[in-house]
């Protein structure tokens, strides 16, 4: 089956640092991903689309300059918090699909907090 | 704007017997995917099942089966002999594009819990 994997699974950082978390597609080639926010106890709230070689789409509210979105490969799209905060500590799920298929595929997400 | 709503926050079911998960929706759209997400205390997102909304049959998948109402914009999901590790939140959620190229709508969300 399709797998997504996302790393890391946790990470903590300082205030004001950035941190990188990237999201794989290990054996499809992905030509849309899509990274999601969920706070806890939430639903998961869609940030932005990422196609492979163009810039991703972001949803109404989402920080583009502090939510940075790569997509340059097919297997590979990385989000990136920049200057982060306390209230960016929040869990982040990444998912990939490809024109093909019906179904997006979740990573395991990403648990960021800052401290 | 589509809309999705999970009306129960928490559930509980008796090991082995029948659950029924609310969900309803709301769009303009005559086309669209319906799905269910099981989300474990791992956070790992796994599909339960997915339903086109040009199909009228309901859909199935073993033991999950779900009552998609079109007119009413209802989509409710049925757990028969439910089991331990059917233990998670389930999220019901709306896609247009079939879950791959657009974006997925999610409800908040239903905690179901397991007694053995």
């Known amino acids: 089956g399709a797998v997504v994997s996302q790393h890391p699974s946790r990470v903590i950082c300082k205030s004001g640092t950035s941190v990188k978390i990237e999201c794989r597609s290990l054996d499809f080639q992905a030509t849309t991903m899509f990274w999601y926010r969920q706070f806890p106890k939430q639903s998961l709230m869609l940030m932005a689309t990422?196609?492979?070689?163009?810039?991703?789409?972001?949803e109404q509210g989402v920080e583009k300059d502090k939510f940075l979105i790569n997509h340059a490969s097919l297997t590979l799209s990385t989000l990136t918090v920049t200057s982060a905060h306390p209230e960016d500590s929040s869990f982040y799920i990444c998912?990939?699909?490809?024109?093909?298929?019906?179904?997006?595929?979740f990573g395991q997400g990403t648990r960021l907090t800052v401290v | 704007a589509q809309t999705v709503t999970q009306s129960q926050p928490e559930m509980s079911v008796q090991e082995a017997e029948t659950v029924t998960l609310s969900c309803t929706y709301d769009t303009s759209e005559s086309d669209y995917y319906l799905f269910w997400y099981k989300q474990p205390p791992s956070r790992q997102m796994i599909l339960v099942i997915r339903?086109?909304?040009?199909?009228?049959q309901n859909a199935t998948e073993n033991r999950f089966s779900v009552n998609f109402q079109k007119a009413a914009k209802s989509f409710s999901l049925k757990i028969s002999d439910s089991q331990l590790g059917d233990a998670a939140m389930y999220f019901c959620?709306?896609?247009?594009?079939?879950?791959?190229?657009?974006?997925?709508?999610f409800g908040k969300g239903t905690k179901l819990s397991v007694k053995p």
């Open positions: 990422s196609n492979e070689g163009s810039k991703a789409t972001y």
């Open positions: 959620a709306y896609s247009i594009y079939g879950g791959s190229q657009g974006n997925l709508i």
């Open positions: 339903q086109e909304a040009y199909k009228q």
């Open positions: 998912s990939a699909a490809t024109q093909m298929n019906t179904e997006a595929f």
